[in-house]
């Protein structure tokens, strides 16, 4: 197994560095996830190369995502795929809400069908998508929504030189190779008193650090993610920025969805079981995981000042 030199985040040395698991899903080559004993970072090494990472993303994402989760995902059809995000739409606005300006410039960085940002442009906000699928891309911009293919190509766009109120994202930064680079990109694309907002999986996951499941952690540590963070791993990465910061706890996935893990071993169980546990224990089984912090989705929040 090849084995880091040191941490692929701050750079701590290769004593510090311990395998979590050699089996990553998806990959085509000897590759495992390491732990960084000072950061606490977990990252795939030896990271994709550019070549392997091109190829997929550009053909392989929609059908890997569709194999992974199903049909109900929705992922081949853009309409679906909003429609399947309402309860997305619904949990990250809650948290988003307290945190917009009364108005502004909204830009979501991996928009996909574009979800978030029909709600908040009909509020009157001007919304901006970046979306490296073609697909999507073209479903955000016959919506109205104005949709690029990367972060870049808005940044070198003249309409938008001085910046966006909100940067928002969720699920992309542990795609990304270089994830204080590409937080920094966004941090410099942001107006003074302007909030940088993103969602990533949390490393301490109930169904990874209690409940042992086999199935499950042959699922998650998979070769698309060059990172899972932990909350101390999160702080890590946003006090770089200098900048006043928060961390947020979110549960996704519900006890019905453990529940299926446990006995199946398989995802796709959200709800199944709500019906006769009632919202009301699921709402409290989410708030004892998040209180635990073993819940499985962290929120970082960064803020430029000024403005
Ligand atoms: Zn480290």
Known sequence: MPLPAECRLCGASNEEQRVVTPHVYGSESERAFFRCGVCDVCYLFPGLTAQEEKK??????????TSRAGSAA?????????????????RRMKYLRPRLPASGRVLEVGCASG?????????????????????????????????????????????????FDVIMHAYVLEHMSDPYGFLKGQVDLLRG??????????????????????????????????????????????ERFGLPS?????????????????RDGKPGGMGRFTEVLGQELEDAYRQALIRARRCDTLIGVLRKPGG
């Not at 929705?74 to 619904?90: D, T, Y």
């Not at 952690?217 to 999160?234: N, P, Q, T």
């Not at 979110?250 to 893990?261: G, P, T, V």
Request: glycine share 8%; aromatic share 18%.
């Open 56 to 65: 997929f993303y550009a053909a392989e994402f929609s059908k890997f995502m």
């Open 246 to 262: 928060e961390i947020l706890l979110d549960q996704r996935y519900d006890l019905s969805n453990h529940m299926i893990w446990a």
């Open 74 to 90: 929705g992922w081949e059809q853009p309409e679906a795929h909003v429609r399947s995000n309402e309860w997305m739409l619904q």
């Open 115 to 163: 979800f978030m940002l029909y709600p908040l442009a009909e509020e009157g906000y001007e919304c901006v998508g970046a979306e490296p699928s073609g697909v999507f891309g073209d479903y955000v911009r016959s919506r109205g929504v104005p949709c690029f293919d990367s972060v870049e190509e808005v940044a070198s766009d003249p309409a938008y030189k001085d910046g």
């Open 193 to 238: 008193g302007g909030v940088l907002i993103f969602e990533i999986p949390n490393s301490a996951e109930a169904l990874i650090t209690m409940y042992d499941i086999l199935e499950f952690e042959r699922f998650y540590w998979h070769v698309g993610h060059h990172w899972y963070f932990s909350e101390d791993a999160l702080s890590h990465l946003l």
